[in-house]
């Protein structure tokens, strides 16, 4: 059965107080939406509708930033989770099959819950997420006949007997396409807040003699992000798990507490990773390798046996190919770094492919901007680059070549060659010696 899901993305998120939609503020380095995106896409939905409404460009151009086959409802007015999910329905003219409604600001949904969700729906016309509440409040109360759901019933409209139940709507449902916004057709506004309720969908299946059923998950996976306080709490939760995770899948954390992993952090194996060490998005880690203290990643893949800090700082396009060493206080920015080379000392290494063997000598820069473009620097095998050379881009050193220290490098250099691009060193005879003694005599007089 084909499935499609609808993200309820229009809500401004006043209490985050921000400028940016709730679903756009972050944890582990990716939107609150791509999260609940990425939890969905474990059914592998043949559509995806975005409801987007307060700051819909951006909610747009993040959807489709994540994945380009996202198509994007407007929702102009938040006239109620109900209204919001007919938005979709223009948008999934022609589709049939089963529709999963999720939501931009909860992020932790697992596959498995929707799963079961899926696998409920061959015996019921509308299944609903729920869960046993620590703390019920404002939640929606799911009135329950055995494992039939009657109705649900918002807390603002819920009588005292209501509001005791403890089992509280999600918000999460799952129901065939036709059949939802069908029943969607018949949600009045007829109520205490004077919304277009989602949550009235299962009463009035009852009502046409459908089923409804409400399928249970842990309190944790619905936490709903509305608050700075929520989002923080979220990133704990997220790291939390991402942590436990590494160490199960055999990665030495020696401060587990102090990495910080983003939303796609892979690393494979036996690989170390020491305190302190921060992972933006889009890195790749492979087995046997070390991070060191302090270190700073994104967008970048190491190898096996490398060797990256501390301090090192990898942004996107870096990839370091097996036993590479990066260390301390170096950058390094699209650039390709062959099998056993060595940038070992406070360098910045942008735009650049360094061969296999080749060892760059502390404070190598290479020059790649001139102020208006990028431009890059290619270095063969087992080149060795003296200490403080500037490579002015673009510039291409030849296999088993040297640079001198100090060197600004503006020509290429042949294989085999020693460039030496800098001025002849000239000693001055006793001249030290005799300049520092009329300077003490200039002290002493108060001449200075
Ligand atoms: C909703 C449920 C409630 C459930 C709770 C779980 C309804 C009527 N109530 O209440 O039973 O216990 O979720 O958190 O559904 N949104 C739109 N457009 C709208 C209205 C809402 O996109 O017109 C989005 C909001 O951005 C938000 C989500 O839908 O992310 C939930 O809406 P909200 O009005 O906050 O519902 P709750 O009061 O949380």
Redesign the pocket.
């Known amino acids: 059965m084909p499935t499609a899901l609808i993200i309820?993305?229009?809500?401004?998120?006043t209490r985050m107080n921000s400028d940016l939609p709730?679903?756009l503020h972050q944890i582990a380095g990716a939107p609150l939406l791509v999260h609940a995106m990425k939890s969905g896409a474990s059914l592998a939905p043949d559509r995806t509708v975005v409801?987007a409404?307060h700051g819909a460009d951006q909610v747009k151009a993040a959807a489709l930033d994540w994945d380009d086959r996202v198509q994007v409802a407007l929702?102009t007015?938040?006239?109620?989770?109900?209204?919001?999910v007919l938005q979709a329905r223009q948008a999934l003219s022609g589709f049939q099959g089963d529709v999963i409604v999720l939501?931009?600001?909860?992020p932790f949904i697992a596959p498995e819950t929707l799963e079961k969700m899926i696998a409920a729906r061959q015996h019921h016309a509308v299944v609903v997420l729920g869960f046993q509440a620590a703390d019920p409040g404002?939640?929606?109360r799911l009135v329950m006949t055995g494992d039939v759901l009657e109705k649900?019933v918002?807390?603002k409209d819920a009588s005292e007997a209501e509001r005791a139940i403890t089992l509280?709507?999600?918000?999460v449902v799952a129901a065939d396409a036709q059949t939802l916004f069908d029943l969607l057709d018949a949600v009045s506004n007829d109520n205490a807040?004077g919304?277009?309720?989602?949550?009235d969908v299962p009463g009035i299946a009852r009502a046409r003699g459908l089923t409804a059923t409400v399928v249970t998950c842990d309190e944790a996976e619905?936490l709903?992000i509305?608050t700075r306080a929520a989002l923080a709490q979220a990133e704990g939760i997220f790291q939390t798990r991402a942590r436990t995770e590494a160490l199960d899948n055999g990665v030495t954390l020696q401060a587990p507490d102090t990495v910080i992993f983003a939303h796609d952090t892979v690393i494979g194996r036996d690989t170390v990773i020491e305190p302190n060490v921060v992972f933006g998005p889009g890195v790749t880690v492979e087995s046997g390798a070390r991070v060191r203290a302090f270190s700073h990643l994104e967008g970048c893949h190491i190898s096996r046996g490398a060797i990256v800090g501390p301090y090192a700082r990898l942004r996107p396009g870096a990839e370091l190919a097996e036993d590479v060493r990066i260390g301390n206080f170096v950058e390094v920015k699209n650039a390709t770094l062959a099998t056993g080379a060595k940038v070992n000392h406070l360098s910045y290494i942008g735009d650049a492919t360094i061969g296999a063997g080749t060892n760059v000598g502390a404070g190598t820069i290479t020059c790649n901007y001139d102020g208006v473009m990028k431009h890059h620097t290619t270095i063969g095998e087992r080149a060795f680059i003296g200490s403080n050379t500037m490579l002015v881009a673009p510039v291409e050193i030849g296999d088993e070549a040297m640079t001198a220290s100090g060197s600004v490098i503006t020509e290429d250099v042949p294989a085999g060659d020693l460039a030496v691009a800098r001025e002849k060193q000239t000693n001055k005879t006793g001249l030290a010696r005799r300049l520092m003694e009329k300077l003490r005599v200039i002290k002493a007089k108060g001449l200075n």
């Open positions: 309820l993305a229009a809500g401004q998120g709730k679903v409801v409404g929702q007015e938040q006239l109620g989770t109900g209204h919001a939501y931009g600001d909860t404002r939640y929606g649900i918002e807390y509280c709507n999600s918000g807040a919304e277009y309720y989602l949550t619905t709903g509305d």
